[in-house]
C-alpha cells in the first residue's frame, strides 16, 4: 500500500525544527534587554542583597567590596563607621554587652 498524499500542497510552510540557543537570543528578540543586563553599571544582581538574597530596599553597599546591601545585612564599622557586609565585617562577641562590629581594615590593627 502507497504512503497517502500530503494534505496541504504546495502552500503549507515548512516545518523545521529550530533550535533556539543564548547566541541566537542575545543577537535577536533579547538583544537590548541583554546587553542593559550585561553593560549596565548598576547591574542585574543590584536588586538582590549580596548576603541574604532579599530585595535590596537603599542605596547601601559595603565600604569594602562594593556589594549591594538590604537594611537588615548592613553593619557598620565601630571605629571609622564604614557600611560593611557580612563577609567583610569582624563581629567580636566577647567582654561587653553589645557586639564590637570592624571593618577588614580596622580589624588588622585591632588584632
Known sequence: MPKRGCPFA???????KVRVGQREL??????????REI???AGAASGAC???V??????????????????RC???????????CA???LVDYGG????KVLCSSCAVFEA
Open 26 to 35: 542575545s543577537r535577536g528578540v533579547c538583544a537590548e534587554r541583554l546587553t
Open 87 to 89: 563577609l567583610c565585617a
Open 74 to 84: 548592613v553593619r557598620t564599622c565601630c571605629s571609622c563607621g564604614v557600611v560593611a
Open 10 to 16: 504546495d502552500g503549507a510552510p515548512l516545518q523545521l
Open 96 to 99: 561587653d554587652l553589645h557586639e
Open 39 to 41: 553593560f549596565d553599571p
Open 54 to 71: 532579599r530585595a535590596v530596599d537603599g542605596k547601601a553597599a559595603c565600604g569594602q567590596c562594593e556589594r549591594a546591601l538590604c537594611a
Open 50 to 52: 549580596s548576603s541574604c
